[in-house]
């Protein structure tokens, strides 16, 4: 019972962190959505920037599930992307719409340094699997142009994901993935 209060209170935290930010929501919100008093989330999470950097934690150790899933399944650096890109719309059509940690990066200055780590992860972590998945025959003379291109796929999905939150539509996040696809090909 005490676990599966604490996933409930992950996933409300997770949830309210994807619409409002890490300063738009309280212990107060999480209390309501899940249904117990504001005092039994102490019990679980101390503070809220601990119920914060878990949900964060939690959420890579998702996404890395998936990237793993990626790996083992496709064998050619296209296909990896276009499934790479499948997270990010797979991501606007669920509830939230948004990636935790591009909305957690709006708040980046005023995070707390345990939420602000586990976001920087997130960051490096799929940098470093666009790098590895996507040019998997790479060498050092060409470490710079690899880095760059999965700098900018990443910026491309992450982006598109806000601006198909402000259209309503998923047709943004088609384009960049395309435009990623692209990306690849160029460099691939």
Known sequence: MANDTRQELLDASELLMKFHGYHGFSYA?????????????????AAKCDLAAESVRRYRGQIREILDQICEEESEPQDRLRRFADIFLGAYRGEGSMCLCAALTADWESLPEGVRDEVQSYWDESRAWLGDALFPNRSSANEPRITSTANAIISVLEGALLCARV??????????????????????
Do not use: W
């Not at 899940?34 to 102490?42: E, F, L, R, T």
């Open 167 to 188: 259209d309503s539509s998923d047709q943004a996040l088609k384009d960049a993935a395309n435009a990623a696809a692209l990306l690849l090909k160029q460099d691939g």
């Open 29 to 45: 919100n999480i209390a309501e959505r899940v249904g117990i008093k504001k005092a039994s989330i102490h019990h679980h999470f």
